[in-house]
């Protein structure tokens, strides 16, 4: 069973999310065991205190190293077993990505540290030998909404987490690729139809409409997945059939230019080329 901790100022912010939904079935299940721990319990001095001002000068308090080595010191009285890991959710570490919940859904016990204010005193990572992680290029108020996102995603991947087993393997990100489109009752909806295909009973048709789909969304939305994902002679050919249909991919626009990640132009034109030679098409042309 994955064990997992977290550490925070805000110990009921995080209960309560906890205590409804996929963790709390996987808890009931006894596939998991969430417990979470106030910082301040490992606070050293009588008014519980666990951040002070910044060396250097600055705005903001940073939070002090000891509250959080006494705490890991606590949970893992033995030390780190190599099946452990000890997280420090931070906007500058590696991104989580769905590997990454993979990597988390395989350990014995993980720990969450949840920073605030101006972050974290550099040396609880030092000492700790912490894996920093971010959820994304955004900026929280604190570390909290990051834990949780990381313990529902690597949650739901456990056996049994989920009332069907294949729905992880049919998510989002799972092969590299974003999910096909969702539909249910009823089959038409203000004058929006379901395509006919899921309509039809033909497991195989439904099978490949729904890969193209999936291919089709991730071209448009997010192009430096399809550069990277281990694609097959039917996916090249479904490619082929989406370029001819859509010579080309919708543009950003100029506010999700200035937003995306610096390498999402550089993605976008490493995919289409590879696409490309296999459709006997050329490629962008460069100057």
Not at 6 to 26: H, K, L, N, W, Y
Not at 174 to 179: I, K, N, P, R
Request: net charge negative; glycine share 8%; proline share 7%.
């Amino acid at each position: 069973m994955l064990a997992v901790d977290v550490v925070t100022i805000f110990p009921e912010m995080v209960r309560a999310a906890v205590s409804d939904g996929i963790v709390q079935r996987a808890i009931e299940k006894e596939l998991v065991r969430v417990d979470v721990h106030d910082l301040r319990d490992y606070s050293n001095d009588r008014h519980r205190s666990v951040d002070d001002a910044p060396f250097g000068g600055g705005p903001g308090m940073v939070m002090k190293a000891e509250p959080f080595l006494r705490a890991v010191e606590a949970l893992l009285p033995a030390g780190r077993g190599p099946r452990d890991a000890v997280v420090l959710l931070s906007p500058r570490g590696r991104v989580f990505r769905q590997n990454v919940a993979e990597e988390f859904a395989g350990l014995d016990r993980l720990v969450l540290l949840c920073g605030r204010y101006e972050g974290i005193d550099e040396r609880v990572r030092t000492a700790l030998d912490a894996d920093e992680v971010s959820v994304g290029d955004f900026v929280l108020t604190g570390g909290e909404v990051a834990a949780l996102c990381v313990i529902e995603a690597t949650l739901r991947l456990l056996p049994g987490a989920l009332g069907d087993n294949d729905s992880a393997l049919q998510d989002s990100f799972v092969d590299g690729l974003l999910d096909f489109p969702h539909f249910t009752r009823p089959a038409l909806l203000r004058g929006m139809a379901v395509p006919d295909v899921l309509l039809s009973g033909d497991h195989g048709r439904v099978r490949r409409w729904r890969r193209k789909a999936s291919l089709a969304a991730t071209r448009q939305r997010r192009p430096d997945l399809l550069a990277q994902a281990q694609l097959g002679p039917e996916d090249q050919a479904l490619l082929c059939e989406i370029k001819a249909e859509q010579p080309s991919a919708p543009a950003l626009s100029h506010t999700q230019l200035t937003t995306q990640r610096p390498a999402t132009r550089a993605s976008r034109d490493a995919a289409e080329p590879h696409a490309a030679a296999f459709c006997g098409a050329p490629g962008p042309q460069r100057r």
